[in-house]
């Protein structure tokens, strides 16, 4: 049966990226970020030797990006403030008038065009300089970050609709310190549990700050979540998902919103020597600011099952020594980016959320497709006609406004992303926009999913054969 899956009113319409993933350098002045470094020593990692110094070329084009967001539907749109871009002496010192001219003009920009403006305050770009003094695991990378953050609010609160202190806290942890795909490619983790506490403690800090300046925003972080799901209900699958969940989910979760962190992940920590140290005055810091709006970012759920095989505990601790990965038998695949499309797991976090944090008030943050080749797809007129992303965006849409109808706290929908953008190691190899980049010229041009969402957007619905729901 087909009907109109209508959303609530003025539920947020949108899309999400980066700074250092679509602005390029720009002439404003900026610090040289880990990217920018490590694509500068080691370029043989990133795919085709493509690095972030151009990028999708924002800083220069933000006006006809803006006019591309009102024609794909946009009400709303989650940008990031570049740290290095705001104190270009390795992230401290001066404040970057430059940049702060450009990022009102963006800001005002949008806010006369009908566009909300979301901005992230850290998604991945670390400054060099400040990585060289400890990144995430020095304290007084912490107090750097909390006076970004300040100025940030002080230079731009008039025009940001909300705000977020991080993107995916744990991707850095994981890449950085588990699993090598960030600089500075260390595998170490109780290193990587000082750089998550120290994180989460520059969260809680920049929210104190947040809130004395009474600003009419609200402040919150988005997570990359994934419901965990055993392989079965046998115990000891079921054991090896709650750690799991325990590691990858409730590890930013708990404390971010709700201040207080995992129990059973304490013990784990505690028991094979991986706590962090903290000072006292720590905890009862992150308890007293937590979020007040959280995104949540999903692209696929996480199966586990418990371990077959025994560790090596010569080797270095990592959480894979509570349980294995789980290859589901006839899971559906995206094959570009080789993960599970499981349109239920977004219906399954939101109620998470709902029955464990308060029913905070939430949107989805990022939700996307990326396809590699994707000019296999242009008609005769140059346009991409993506059915598949059409089709992905609507699956999950559909689970969220169910979720909606179930009580859910959930306010509206950004995609991952509106124009191609810089992928970090893979550059442009699988493209999520809903307008196509030319890499050579610049040019931009709205997919066929752009027109679709539009359409969507002004219709704030659009029609779905909910027999296909479970």
Not at 147 to 169: I, R
Request: hydrophobic share 35%.
């Amino acid at each position: 049966m087909t009907e109109m899956l209508a959303f609530p009113k003025d539920f947020w319409w949108g899309s999400a990226w980066s700074a250092e993933q679509a602005e390029g350098r720009g002439e404003t002045g900026k610090a040289e970020t880990v990217w920018e470094h490590w694509f500068k020593t080691e370029p043989n990692r990133f795919y085709e030797g493509i690095g972030p110094e151009i990028t999708t070329d924002h800083i220069n084009r933000y006006k006809e990006d803006i006019q591309l967001m009102k024609e794909t539907g946009h009400n709303s749109f989650r940008i990031s403030i570049s740290w290095a871009r705001m104190f270009p002496n390795g992230g401290v010192g001066e404040k970057n008038p430059k940049a702060i001219a450009f990022y009102r003009d963006l800001l005002t920009e949008m806010n006369e065009s009908g566009i909300k403006p979301f901005a992230n305050l850290y998604h991945f770009d670390m400054p060099f300089a400040l990585q060289e003094q400890g990144g995430w695991e020095s304290r007084e990378v912490v107090e750097s970050y909390v006076t970004f953050a300040t100025t940030c609010f002080e230079e731009f609160g008039d025009l940001v609709y909300h705000w977020f202190t991080f993107n995916e806290p744990l991707g850095p942890i994981l890449g950085s310190y588990l699993e090598d795909f960030h600089y500075p490619n260390i595998v170490d983790f109780k290193r990587g549990a000082q750089a998550g506490f120290n994180t989460i403690l520059a969260h809680a800090k920049a929210i104190e700050s947040f809130k004395k300046l009474n600003l009419t925003s609200k402040i919150g972080v988005i997570l990359n979540l994934s419901p965990t799901y055993p392989r079965s209900q046998n115990e000891y699958d079921r054991e090896a998902a709650e750690i799991a969940d325990a590691f990858y989910t409730r590890s930013f979760l708990d404390p971010m919103v709700k201040g207080t962190f995992p129990k059973r992940l304490v013990e784990i920590l505690k028991e094979y020597d991986q706590m962090p140290t903290y000072e006292e005055n720590d905890l009862k810091i992150i308890a007293e600011n937590t979020s007040q709006i959280l995104g949540l970012n999903y692209y696929e759920p996480r199966r586990v099952k418990a371990r077959l095989t025994e560790i090596n505990k010569r080797g270095p601790f990592l959480p894979e020594w509570f349980f294995e990965l789980h290859n589901m038998p006839g899971k559906k695949m995206n094959v570009y980016r080789g993960w599970e499309i499981y349109e239920r797991g977004i219906y399954d976090l939101c109620v998470d959320i709902r029955d464990n944090y308060g029913n905070i008030e939430a949107f989805i943050s990022e939700n996307g497709m990326g396809v590699a080749n994707e000019e296999r797809f242009l008609n005769e007129e140059g346009q991409i006609i993506d059915d598949y992303r059409i089709n992905y965006i609507k699956d999950h849409l559909a689970y969220v406004h169910k979720a909606i109808q179930d009580g859910c706290n959930i306010n509206g929908y950004h995609l991952w992303t509106f124009i191609d953008c810089w992928s970090w190691i893979n550059s442009y190899k699988n493209r999520y926009g809903l307008v196509s980049l030319d890499l050579k010229t610049q040019k931009r041009t709205i997919k066929k999913s752009g027109e679709f969402y539009k359409e969507m957007s002004l219709n704030n619905g659009f029609e779905y054969e909910t027999s296909k729901l479970v």
